[in-house]
């Protein structure tokens, strides 16, 4: 048979094609080939289980965006107050049950379960480079308890939660904590129950960190209106049965300020607002039964798509330096990369495992000790 020119060009690209692609295979990055393969495997698993923030919109927009991004791996979201989710996680461990696969919660709701021996460290399941990069992320990687590998914190912010009713007083009239303590404020201040957990017990535990105990009994000296009903502290605040309430942020108020009515943030105080990270304390349960699919909604909750949403159904602000967060400041939330600086933000931070243990259980404990 006659050889052409035709014939030795095909004949060598079939010898050419093989070596391509395996030369192609080899210049993947290793993290795309570990990628894959977690994709792979998530798949074969089916499901994630994981526990987070009551937020039915977190939820929705969750659920709807993920299955499709990830088809066959099955989100069963449960959506509630984080001591419930973690009550419900500690309770499968002690039976020797495995449904849960993370939880998301507020900053002190895992270390009990840390304590306990439930969680793994967090840290091996970040795979891909716009997650894993600390040069992606406000403070670099953050996480809450001291060995630095098992709670992780994606956001931080600060929160307008002193208001005041504007007919009732003007904002120079308190410009210091200390300024809480007057004559005058006796009897009208409200305050989210620092007993029960939320943003009454983190302002709290603020106060006992910066003003100390003695100063804490002398403001529960004020007649404070205690509730844990936020709609029923905004409705004193906005009907004059208060001048100022604590604990409290924009999205409580936002109706009574379409409605009109005199109720405004007080302007940071001298000694500053902490910095939090909101509901956004993640933690991997020991021996889940889905850790490829865990690995899988880690990193696409990490990314730029995965923060955006989470950050517009929560209203909270993520350490993300490529996700806009600016927008947030007119509804109360000031994302500390746009505000502060990373030794700023440390000043004031009100999450790490050092100051929930040094200051939110012992203001806790003052708390029930006053409020009796």
């Given amino acids: 048979m006659r050889t052409t020119p035709a014939l030795i060009m095909v004949l060598a690209s079939l010898v050419w094609l093989p070596t391509s692609v395996a030369r192609a295979a080899e210049s993947k990055a290793p993290w795309q080939?570990?990628?894959?393969?977690?994709?792979?495997?998530?798949?074969?698993?089916?499901?994630?289980v994981a526990a987070i923030p009551a937020s039915a919109e977190l939820r929705k927009a969750i659920g709807e965006v993920f299955p499709k991004r990830y088809p066959g791996i099955e989100l069963d979201l449960t959506n509630a107050r984080g001591p419930s989710n973690a009550a419900k996680i500690a309770a499968e461990h002690a039976a020797?049950?495995?449904?849960?696969?993370?939880?998301?919660?507020?900053?002190?709701?895992?270390?009990?379960?840390?304590?306990?021996?439930?969680?793994?460290p967090a840290e091996p399941l970040l795979i891909l480079p716009e997650v894993k990069d600390p040069k992606r992320w406000f403070g670099g990687h953050v996480w809450l308890d001291n060995a630095k590998k098992f709670i992780y914190a994606f956001q931080v912010y600060q929160s307008e939660n002193i208001w005041h009713n504007a007919s009732m007083m003007k904002p120079e009239e308190a410009r210091s904590y200390d300024d809480l303590l007057l004559p005058k404020f006796k009897g009208k201040i409200g305050i989210l129950d620092p007993r029960s957990a939320g943003a009454g017990t983190a302002t709290w535990a603020f106060f006992?960190?910066?003003?100390?105990?003695?100063?804490?009994?002398?403001?529960?000296?004020q007649e404070l209106f205690l509730s844990r009903d936020q709609r029923q502290l905004a409705d004193s605040l906005a009907k004059g049965k208060v001048a100022i309430t604590i604990g409290l942020t924009y999205y409580t108020f936002s109706p009574f300020l379409k409605a009109g009515l005199p109720v405004k943030p007080l302007p940071d105080m001298k000694e500053g607002t902490y910095t939090s990270?909101?509901?956004?304390?993640?933690?991997?349960?020991k021996?889940?039964?889905?850790?490829?699919a865990t690995k899988v909604f880690i990193n696409w909750l990490y990314g730029k798509e995965g923060q955006e949403i989470y950050g517009k159904a929560?209203?909270?602000?993520?350490?993300?330096?490529?996700?806009?967060t600016k927008w947030m400041a007119a509804h109360g939330v000031r994302a500390s990369k746009d505000f502060l600086t990373v030794e700023e933000n440390n000043r004031l931070e009100n999450y790490g495992e050092e100051t929930?243990?040094?200051y939110w259980a012992a203001s806790v404990k003052v708390a029930e000790e006053v409020f009796k």
């Fill in 208 to 221: 006992l960190k910066i003003k100390g105990e003695e100063w804490l009994k002398k403001l529960a000296a």
């Fill in 356 to 358: 929930v243990g040094k």
């Fill in 314 to 324: 929560m209203g909270q602000a993520t350490r993300r330096l490529d996700v806009d």
């Fill in 287 to 292: 021996n889940s039964p889905h850790p490829n």
């Fill in 33 to 48: 080939s570990e990628w894959e393969r977690t994709v792979e495997a998530a798949k074969k698993e089916g499901k994630l």
């Fill in 277 to 285: 990270c909101g509901s956004s304390a993640t933690s991997i349960v």
């Fill in 96 to 120: 020797g049950v495995r449904d849960f696969d993370l939880l998301i919660s507020g900053t002190s709701t895992p270390f009990n379960l840390l304590n306990a021996g439930i969680l793994e």
